[in-house]
């Protein structure tokens, strides 16, 4: 189904939704979805990110990995600069329609901007007065976001 006709849809009952075969997303009131990326191998969790109607259109006719910024407000491929791109092997969609689930070979290594596998390399804890503290783990960087960026 293209982009111009689930736009298009007119309402669709919850059972369509939930026990459907049409996938008919359901974006944000900015016209996005939430994607969580994992790693086809291992299960890890890599990244949160978000898709709009385009980039959940390139994703699924590309087997490529395409998202929407929200900070720089443009789609971008995964790994266009430092060419670490996923490559999807599997596409889920929750029972709402309203988060989607990839699941990659993350090409590289590094699926994160700061250069690690995965965004999620600190663990919360409780520090020695019960206040939360960051524990770095599974930190080791991949690559030097400085080289790769030119930040």
Not at 49 to 60: G, K, S, V
Not at 109 to 134: E, K, Q, W
Request: aromatic share 8%; charged share 30%; proline share 3%.
């Amino acid at each position: 189904m293209s982009s111009e006709s689930r736009s298009a849809s007119s309402p669709v009952a919850p059972d369509d939704i939930e026990e459907g075969v049409v996938l008919r997303p359901k974006f944000d009131a900015h016209g996005l979805v939430t994607v969580v990326a994992t790693d086809a191998r291992t299960g890890d969790v890599l990244m949160v990110a978000f898709m709009n109607d385009e980039a959940l259109d390139r994703t699924i006719q590309t087997g490529e990995a395409w998202y929407y910024s929200r900070s720089r407000k443009r789609l971008w491929k995964k790994g266009e600069t430092s060419g670490h791109i996923q490559k999807v092997l599997e596409m889920r969609v929750d029972c709402d329609q309203d988060a989607v689930w990839i699941k990659v070979d993350q090409t590289g290594g590094a699926a994160c901007h700061t250069g690690r596998h995965s965004c999620f390399y600190r663990r919360i804890d409780r520090g020695g007065d019960g206040a939360p503290v960051l524990i770095e783990t599974d930190a080791e960087r991949k690559f030097d976001p400085d080289k790769v960026y030119g930040k």
